[in-house]
């Protein structure tokens, strides 16, 4: 049995996670701002945030990888659609986000970009995908042993 260092209930334990996903969206929000603040207010290259810039990327995708593991977000509710709208979205976040980076202005140079781009997000949406289907299991294997 785990021993657990604070009596809450589920009320407070409900509370808890509210206050947490609250503050952690709003840090993620917060780094956004400061991003774009040292972009275009500061006009700081790249590479004196890219810290930053890594930071909230890995954070984003780790929370995504951990909903859909643990349940968060389910198999049921994606729907091939959304999947290619997700993907779509990707795509064009990741296009925006190379040609202000980059400060690509040639549109050819930008297409050879969306090629690398398109790949990339195909990779990260398979992966998204497994994560699910492999959180759909571990959630019906706990169930099925219940």
């Known amino acids: 049995m785990i021993k657990k260092k604070f009596n809450m209930d589920e009320r407070n334990i409900n509370i808890a996670r509210k206050v947490l996903s609250r503050l952690y969206i709003a840090t993620i929000w917060m780094i956004v701002v400061d991003i774009f603040y ?60 190379t040609a ?26 398979a992966l998204f995908l497994i994560i699910a289907y492999l959180g759909k299991r571990r959630v019906e294997k706990e169930i099925s042993e219940e």
């Open 38 to 97: 040292r972009t275009f207010a500061l006009r700081q290259r790249p590479d004196q945030y890219e810290d930053l810039a890594i930071i909230m990327t890995v954070n984003v995708f780790l929370l995504l990888g951990f909903l859909l593991y643990y349940g968060g977000l389910t198999l049921d509710k994606i729907k091939p659609l959304k999947v290619i709208l997700f993907y779509i979205g990707f795509v064009v976040l990741g296009t925006i986000f």
């Open 100 to 125: 202000l980076k980059y400060r690509i202005t040639d549109f050819q140079a930008l297409i050879g970009k969306v090629v690398i781009i398109a790949s990339i997000c195909a990779i990260m949406v």
